[in-house]
């Protein structure tokens, strides 16, 4: 028999027609079926994320690539970080409105000392001061926000903590507002 009464015998009329060509050599089935398999293989393995329970570290060449097992079972990268306790987000819900209280104390204590303060300084250098004082609150909390992402949670807290205590508006507490 020859090649081409084979051939005949597994295509249909027409198969030749320029618009039904799929892009694939019927001699390369073979190669193509091995490489779907070893590609399906790689991306069913590739799709499994290699991860160690609590308590354990992964170590050495490829560590960075190892995820924390939680315990309903999913899978947390490394690279992501954890996310904030119902604790720790009302506790910074609760200093995020310490600090909008401060920068309010700083604008009304700030504005009551304006006669005085500009007695004794340049009215340029107590504006530049005055706003550099309402907007302290504002620049701590974005950059300890910022600069805390991947630390624990405690030490988020402590430095906003640091910063309420640090930013405490005096002219506010001191003179009030209503003051003489």
């Not at 005949?8 to 073979?30: I, N």
């Not at 974005?142 to 405690?154: E, K, Y």
Request: proline share 5%; charged share 15%.
């Amino acid at each position: 028999m020859t090649a081409g009464r084979d051939d005949d015998a597994l295509s249909w009329d027409g198969d030749d027609d320029p618009t039904l060509v799929t892009g694939v050599d019927e001699r390369d089935t073979t190669a193509t079926a091995a490489d779907a398999a070893t590609d399906e293989k790689a991306a069913v393995e590739a799709s499994v994320p290699v991860a160690l329970p609590q308590g354990f570290d992964a170590v050495g060449r490829g560590s960075d690539e190892v995820g924390r097992l939680e315990r309903d079972g999913t899978v947390t990268a490394v690279s992501e970080p954890k996310p904030l306790g119902n604790a720790a987000l009302v506790g910074i819900g609760i200093l995020s409105g310490i600090y909008l209280l401060w920068t309010i104390g700083w604008v009304v204590g700030g504005l009551r000392l304006q006669g005085t303060a500009q007695f004794l300084v340049a009215p340029v250098g107590y504006l530049v001061s005055l706003w550099l004082a309402i907007l302290a609150p504002l620049i701590w909390f974005v950059t300890t926000l910022v600069l805390t992402r991947g630390s624990h949670t405690w030490v988020r807290v402590l430095w906003l903590l640091a910063g309420a205590i640090l930013l405490v508006p005096w002219p506010f507490l001191a003179v009030g507002a209503v003051g003489q």
